[in-house]
């Protein structure tokens, strides 16, 4: 039984269509009601299931948010008595000193330090190449101190847009010019210049469904008027594009490995998007966050190699491929807009660390990052199966995709609920309904990167993972 005054001081509600996940919200606005009094000391907080049956989601999803409250002093567990606010919860802080680190928490987590088991969009940690790049990295540096004291050419050091130019002639067969390049801090970094040229706001944009949460929040930031358009087992369903929204200005895909499905595009939707581009008028920005890392087969051309290339701009990373810790990537920007998107990124955002690029250049060059490439797809194949062998045991359903394994929740279930206890217990596997820009029409499921799941710790953190959806 819960204290008489609870029912109103917690009358709170959740936005199932909101960024924040939904246990952020029940934490947050718990957390709020007790620094601001309205919980006073010593108030018992109702039961997990009284409180997840008035705010319509699963138990789990509030003894998570109960736990981080615990972990931090705000509220107790006092047995048969419930959970209660502490006596002395900490002083408020003033704004001046509140963490302003809120919106990363829809993100990736962690951040600098290593990767957790089942954490999405970190290649692998054990076999990078470490002490190769810290000699070509001693070398670049070495260069770079003794090269001019000027501002470098703000579309990247032409070695390196040269020598990436000649990469994706042979591994996604794109002929562009050195010039069309533009080195960048990475994926974001290149979003961020189209959208910039391109001016989205008040504007429609195709976006997959399901699709990478941080590009559409990125296109939101921008004002722009989502229009989600479903993926099924041959990719985007372009016809359903067309007829929701023939008039859009661009199109943000991931052809050559759907995030988070794995599908590649086929032919036939290939030639349907492009022709859709070339008939409107719109843009393509592919994001091509594995390259030819492709597990099942030969990787398909970029949507940037021939006929229709001229409406298409193409984004690709090193941090997927090599390390997100090297911030380096690059846009291959169309002819007819490489004027525009070369002068957003010398007035706005130059390529980066020029260190960084000279070692790249030669890691490039001397033919290390193919090997490497090929040695890549050979280790996550191999764990990718073992990964699939382990957790088919306890989710059945599962299946690979890409560099992971989705394995399918009942739909009672809360996947969010799961990730937030999962991260507590030291895993990161990532909730595939947060994909979704239409939570009612999402699927649940755990998203579980292979990359680093390693035969030595493959059992605890599967046994962890088993456990904990068990007994959600």
């Keep these: 039984m819960t204290d008489p005054k609870t029912p109103h001081v917690l009358s709170f509600q959740v936005h199932r269509a909101a960024v924040a996940p939904i246990g952020d919200q029940i934490h947050a606005s718990l957390r709020q009601a007790i620094i601001e009094g309205r919980l006073a000391p010593g108030q018992r907080l109702p039961s997990g299931r009284d409180l997840a049956a008035q705010l319509g989601v699963s138990r789990g999803t509030i003894r998570v948010a109960y736990d981080r409250l615990i972990a931090e002093n705000l509220v107790f ?91 994706l002639a042979v591994s996604r067969q794109m002929q562009c010019h050195p010039d069309q390049i533009i080195v960048t801090s990475g994926y974001r970094q290149g979003l961020m210049l189209a959208l910039t040229a391109l001016r989205p706001h008040g504007r429609k944009v195709w976006i997959e469904e399901p699709g990478y949460p941080l590009g559409r929040r ?37 052809p050559g490995q759907h995030a988070p ?26 994001d091509d966050y594995l390259g030819e890392l492709q597990l099942d087969g030969r ?65 490039l060059a001397d033919g290390h990052f193919l090997r490497h490439l090929r040695q890549m797809k050979a280790l996550y194949a191999e764990r990718r199966n073992l990964a699939l062998a382990h957790v088919g045991k306890f989710l059945s359903g599962s299946l690979t995709a890409g560099l992971g394994v989705i394995a399918p929740l009942p739909k009672s279930a809360d996947d969010s609920a799961v990730v937030g206890i999962a991260r507590a217990h030291g895993l990161a596997p990532s909730a595939l309904s947060a994909w979704y820009l239409r939570r009612t029409h999402a699927q649940r499921g755990l998203l579980l990167s292979v990359t680093n799941l390693r035969p030595e710790n493959i059992d605890d953190a599967c046994a962890k993972l088993a456990s904990i959806v068990a007994s959600h």
């Design 261 to 286: 499905l794995g599908v590649t595009l086929s032919p036939a939707r290939r030639h349907a998007l492009l022709d859709w581009a070339a008939e409107s008028g719109a843009w393509i920005i592919e």
């Design 299 to 363: 990787a398909a051309p970029a949507l940037a190699a021939g006929e229709g290339a001229e409406r298409v701009i193409h984004i690709g990373s090193f941090s997927k491929t090599l390390s997100p810790a090297l911030g380096l990537g690059f846009v291959v920007a169309p002819r007819l807009l490489a004027e525009r998107l070369v002068e957003v990124a010398a007035v706005l955002a130059p390529a980066p660390n020029r260190t960084t690029q000279l070692a790249v250049t030669e890691f």
């Design 218 to 254: 990125a296109l939101e930031l921008t004002g722009a008027a989502l229009e989600p358009v479903p993926v099924d087992a041959e990719g985007l369903r372009v016809e359903d594009g067309i007829a929701r929204a023939p008039d859009a200005l661009l199109a943000l895909v991931t």
């Design 77 to 167: 567990g006092a047995g048969p008595a419930g959970t209660r606010v502490c006596n002395r919860p900490p002083a408020r802080q003033e704004d001046d000193e509140a963490p302003l680190d809120g919106p990363l928490a829809v993100f990736t987590r962690p951040y600098s330090s290593a990767p957790l088991p089942f954490q999405m969009g970190v290649p692998v940690h054990d076999a990078f190449p470490a002490k190769l790049w810290a000699r070509m990295r001693a070398r670049a540096v070495r260069a770079d101190a003794i090269t001019y004291t000027a501002y470098a050419d703000p579309r990247g050091e032409p070695a390196l847009r040269t020598q990436i130019a000649s990469h």
